[in-house]
């Protein structure tokens, strides 16, 4: 696969980045070496190590740093992967780093990963799937980071190596790339102690501004300042060794790096391991929004490579391209919560995920969508919208057993696949070049299905044939780039400016509401100007309204205030942009009224109901509402997709 930076090349040209201020440089790392996984595969010593780093950020440092950890960018690993490089340790480490590991993992070979006399190239070629090379860089938090591997000569019969000249030229020419004020960071299976030729290598630095050396190879943590270089020796979870991970903070002006002792749940109180230096750190960077030029967003071509990504998912970790480079097929659906298309696809998508994990192939989702391009009318056949919170909630109710991840921040990854409409799939091989780009089949419906074509291109790959249709069309709802949301807000302009009214009614017309003979859902909704839950909720109300009134729906609210107050009443509403149906209750006995509406009420308020055609009552709330269960009680009736199932 060709280098991340060519990939990520691919979209430039389609955002916009708005400066809004500036951001404090303060970069948080991870770091472990010689995680030594067995041949057998048994990796089980290094789940506490993998525990502990899901569970540090938040925790405090030790006073003498001060703050609190932040979550990682990713996690650094140093080599020595495995005791010897087998099938079975590759599978067990790529499993725990890519599926129990919550943070991205940027790994390089040691020793043992060659093989030692007898070489295998398991490790490495897994690597070079991952990072595109052995030796590679690259960019975080204003931090330029340089990953370097070699052969190691086990001849020598020493633990200790020089680093090779092939290597100090890939050092050299890719800090040839960077300016020389920019803080690097290099990282080495060899430790300080280990490396016969420092002065060369150091040497190869320049006048770079090399603020640490990291490696690994001696298992335990130490700090050795050397020619003005901090060099950090990363602790080893193996059971041989102490059990650490090193916490590591990059600011403006202060490098610290500390190990914390995970089986004492403690942080080390050992100077020789600690380190807390002045440095010439990563400048502060400037806050951006980015704005996606939705008219330039092309799809991607076939035969393009896979653009890289790093995105959260819902499972609390974070995804990139590399985390799936043991799959024969990749599978990039990008899909939303709202779209009533997308809906109507997921369990489709479950189904591609699970029927095909087994023969190799991944199916991995994100999400394009920038929840704050989403107007409120737009979701009028969901119960959630397109944020990261709800899509949590989504796939924990349906239960995805894939991949769900979130691009509606910044879009990029989205801007560089180019997705037409939501469901869009982008099917990959092995080699991580497109194949397919197009619909999952040709009807929405499931029972009307003549054309899968996403499986025909799965299935072409797996078999070496070609793909037999290439790309298609894809129908769905538009991808909800940055730029529309200059539409929401007039959306918001709009509802505004429509006419609030109120009319009075009597227990006769609270009889005939209650009856409902329309075609639509009734929310009905009483209320008092003077009731502070009434009030509070009333913004809920509203948004519900604005949601779904474009289909067989209708919210309408009943003020129980005093009839001289209809004046108070008119204001509120008008205050509240209550373009829905209003009346005001005229009669001054409240109690009859309550009787006709009938059990379970007991005349507290705000009281809401919910009604289907012909009068039966589906839902009641005595109380404050909850807009997420109403919202999902209502959509249930109305439906979720655009045929009935």
């Known amino acids: 696969m060709k280098d991340r930076s060519e990939r990520f090349g691919l979209f430039v040209g389609c955002i916009l980045f708005l400066a809004i201020g500036l951001v404090r440089a303060d970069l948080t790392i991870f770091g472990w070496s010689d995680q030594h996984v067995k041949t057998d595969g048994n990796g089980d010593h290094l789940i506490p190590a993998i525990a502990a780093m899901n569970s540090l950020p938040g925790k405090p440092y030790p006073a003498a740093i001060g703050g609190i950890v932040d979550a990682p960018a990713f996690v650094v690993g140093l080599g020595d992967i495995t005791e010897w490089p087998t099938v079975a340790a590759r599978d067990t480490y790529h499993r725990l780093i890519t599926r129990t590991l919550r943070f991205p993992s940027y790994d390089i070979p040691g020793n043992h990963d060659s093989g030692g006399l007898e070489p295998s190239e398991i490790i490495h070629d897994w690597l070079k799937a991952r990072h595109g090379a052995l ?73 770079w501004n090399v603020i640490l050396v990291l490696g690994g190879h001696f298992h335990h943590a130490t700090v050795n300042l050397y020619q003005g270089v901090n060099f950090l020796q990363l602790p080893s979870p193996d059971p041989r060794s102490p059990d650490a991970v090193t916490a590591i903070r990059i600011s403006a002006d202060r490098l610290v790096a500390v190990p914390y002792e995970y089986h004492t749940t403690s942080w080390t109180t050992d100077a020789k391991q600690i380190l807390d230096v002045p440095i010439r750190g990563p400048k502060e960077q400037p806050k951006t929004d980015t704005i996606i030029d939705s008219k330039s967003v092309k799809t991607l071509p076939i035969g393009s490579p896979a653009p890289d990504f790093s995105l959260p998912g819902v499972d609390g970790r974070v995804w990139s391209l590399r985390d799936f480079c043991d799959a024969k097929v990749l599978a990039v659906v990008f899909t939303c919560n709202h779209c009533p298309t997308a809906q109507a696809y997921e369990g489709r998508i479950q189904s591609l995920a699970k029927e095909y994990r087994d023969k190799g192939v991944a199916v991995c989702a994100i999400s394009p969508n920038d929840p704050r391009a989403v107007r409120l009318d737009e979701l009028g056949y969901t119960d959630l919208g397109d944020s990261f919170v709800d899509m949590k909630v989504r796939a924990a109710r349906l239960k995805f057993d894939f991949p769900y991840l979130y691009d509606g921040e910044h879009q990029a990854v989205s801007a560089a696949y180019g997705p037409m409409a939501t469901p869009h799939v982008f099917v990959f091989d092995c080699d991580r070049k497109l194949r397919f780009a197009g619909r999952i089949d040709d009807n929405e419906d499931p029972r009307k299905v003549t054309v899968s074509d996403t499986r025909n291109a799965i299935e072409a790959l797996l078999a070496g044939k070609p793909v037999p249709v290439e790309t298609t069309k894809t129908f769905g709802c538009s991808i909800k780039w940055s730029d529309k949301r200059s539409g929401v807000q007039q959306a918001f302009e709009k509802w505004a400016a429509e006419p609030v009214e109120v009319k009075p009614i009597a227990l006769d017309g609270i009889k005939d509401l209650l009856k409902n003979p329309t075609d639509k859902f009734r929310l009905i909704n009483f209320w008092a100007s003077w009731c502070g839950p009434c009030v509070a909720e009333f913004d809920d109300l509203i948004a519900i309204n604005r949601s779904y009134r474009n289909r067989n729906f209708e919210l309408i609210t009943v003020s129980l205030d005093d009839p001289s107050k209809s004046k108070e009443v008119i204001e509120f509403l008008k205050k509240k942009q209550a373009s829905c149906v209003n009346y005001h209750f005229t009669d001054n006995n409240k109690y009859p009224l309550i009787d006709a509406v009938g059990s379970p009420w007991s005349g507290g308020i705000p009281f809401t109901l919910l009604i289907a055609p012909g009068g039966k009552i589906l839902a009641t709330v005595e109380g404050s509402i909850d807009p997420s269960e109403m919202r999902t009680q209502i959509v249930d009736q109305l439906g979720r997709y655009y045929f009935k199932p």
Request: hydrophobic content about 35%; overall charge negative.
């Open 135 to 207: 030796s590679y860089s690259f960019d975080a938090g204003g931090v330029h980071f340089v990953m370097l591997s070699f052969q190691y000569d086990e001849k020598l019969g020493s633990p200790n190596q020089p680093v090779p000249g092939p290597t100090l030229d890939f050092l050299r020419a890719d800090l040839e790339k960077q300016p020389k004020d920019k803080p690097i960071v290099v990282g080495i299976h060899l430790c300080f102690e280990s490396i016969t030729n420092r002065d060369e290598f150091i040497g190869a630095f320049g006048d």
